[in-house]
């Protein structure tokens, strides 16, 4: 009777923390957008492995890998910063359903050149650009969506970590699948599914009920706006230290995935199997970071976990470069999944709450610049230094660049902290 007992009180502690890890879920827009961004996002990672393996077997050129990824990621760079002043003017909803909609249309395009071996280098390139562009505008809208979809801003935090797991239980499951389709089927068969599963977010955004939001920037001198923003943003020592991390570990860190086919092929003699296993043991890695944080209900101690994370992070980049053996490798990874998902979803979940509300839009599009818009120039540069010096060596040096970067942010946590403290968010 008493092991009965105590069995009971554990399986209520576990629902509890379960509870705690999904809370934000109550909210029905939230578990709207959670439901369609899983199964759209899945299909994304698929079409995001079988371009890149699709290059690689055309061309056997890591450097055509980084220009894919430099014209993909580009423009996250230059219009991002202007899209924020949109995005705290217009219905973010309406915005949202207008992206997904142009990215399904460009799944479509892809899967139809491809199957019809009308495709080229050129095209890809052309069509990454396309997706580029309305991942500039997608993607900071989406950012600052989020608080709008969680009725109670204590949730925030818990919204943006499952919102980090989303797309990392996608990362697990997309690339396993491609790699299996790819050797199968081939790489358009990816392209076809990822076009059908935007229907997913597109019903889930449709069935949602959003309330009016009230736009305090008034419709006028753009540039006004945008300046205004720039100056908050980068005045801000607390928000402008987390930008600069995250431009650091986006420029010399984040670029290794760019390599992963190098690895797969040229250190590990495998094929799309090896390399979908690869992305999937950082998917995991990743989950698990987001889940670590997601059971966190105080956002007061994520300075340190900011640079400490991306010291962790730097490092298992390096172990990794010196790795042969597949099944130790996978272990590394995970360790670089957890730390970097640790390091952007804490330094996204800081941003939000520190942030005020009439300039969110604004200030998500800068972060959007520094992590999206600086991933290109780090992907261009991987693949020229794997051609150059070895796919290995490319990545000591980007494990070396996010150790110095976490350092130089942890002499400005002090400031950090004071400033969470500030917010009353413990």
């Not at 899983?38 to 079409?47: A, E």
């Not at 520190?354 to 200030?363: E, Q, S, T």
Request: hydrophobic share 55%; net charge positive; charged share 10%.
């Amino acid at each position: 009777m008493q092991e009965a007992n105590l069995e009971n009180k554990n399986s209520r502690f576990k629902i509890t923390e379960l509870g705690i890890i999904f809370r934000s879920l109550r909210y029905k827009n939230f578990r709207l957008f959670f439901s369609g961004q899983i199964i759209s996002l899945i299909g994304t990672w698929m079409q995001t492995i079988a371009m890149s393996w699709l290059v690689y077997r055309m061309t056997n050129s890591p450097l055509i890998l980084g220009m894919i990824a430099f014209s993909s990621q580009i423009f996250a760079f230059f219009l991002s910063p202007f899209i924020g002043v949109f995005v705290d003017r217009y219905n973010r909803h309406r915005m949202l359903i207008i992206t997904q909609s142009l990215s399904m249309l460009q799944a479509f395009i892809l899967f139809f050149l491809a199957s019809k071996s009308l495709i080229s280098v050129w095209l890809i390139i052309a069509l990454s650009m396309f997706l580029g562009i309305i991942n500039a505008i997608d993607i900071p809208t989406r950012q600052s969506f989020i608080v709008e979809m969680v009725e109670n801003k204590k949730d925030l935090a818990n919204a943006i970590a499952l919102n980090s797991f989303i797309f990392n239980a996608a990362r697990l499951i997309g690339p396993s699948v491609a790699g299996m389709l790819i050797a199968i089927t081939g790489e358009s068969i990816c392209f076809l599914i990822n076009g059908l599963s935007y229907i997913a977010v597109i019903w889930a955004l449709t069935r949602m009920q959003v309330k009016l939001r009230k736009t305090p920037v008034q419709r006028g001198d753009i540039l006004k706006d945008f300046k205004e923003g720039f100056s908050y943003t980068f005045g801000f020592l607390p928000i402008k230290a987390i930008l600069f991390l995250t431009a650091v570990a986006s420029l010399t860190g984040m670029s290794y995935a760019v390599l992963m086919p190098v690895f797969a092929v040229d250190i590990f003699g495998g094929g799309p199997q090896i390399y979908g296993i690869l992305m999937a043991a950082i998917g995991i890695g990743a989950i698990a970071g987001t889940l670590y944080l997601a059971s966190h209900q105080s956002v007061l101690h994520l300075a340190n976990k900011i640079w400490i994370a991306s010291a962790i992070f730097g490092a298992s980049l390096i172990v990794f470069s010196f790795s042969h053996v597949i099944w130790f490798s996978l272990l590394v990874l995970l360790v670089a999944g957890f730390s970097m998902m640790v390091q952007l979803a804490s330094s996204n979940t800081v941003v939000q709450t520190i942030v005020d509300d009439n300039k969110r839009g604004r200030v998500m599009s800068f972060y959007t610049m520094c992590f999206m818009g600086v991933a290109p120039f780090g992907g261009l540069s991987s693949g020229y230094l794997a051609h150059t010096i070895g796919a290995p060596h490319t990545l000591i040096l980007g494990g070396l660049f996010s150790i110095a970067g976490a350092l130089l942010f942890a002499a400005k946590s002090k400031q950090l902290k004071e400033a969470l403290s500030k917010m009353h968010m413990a």
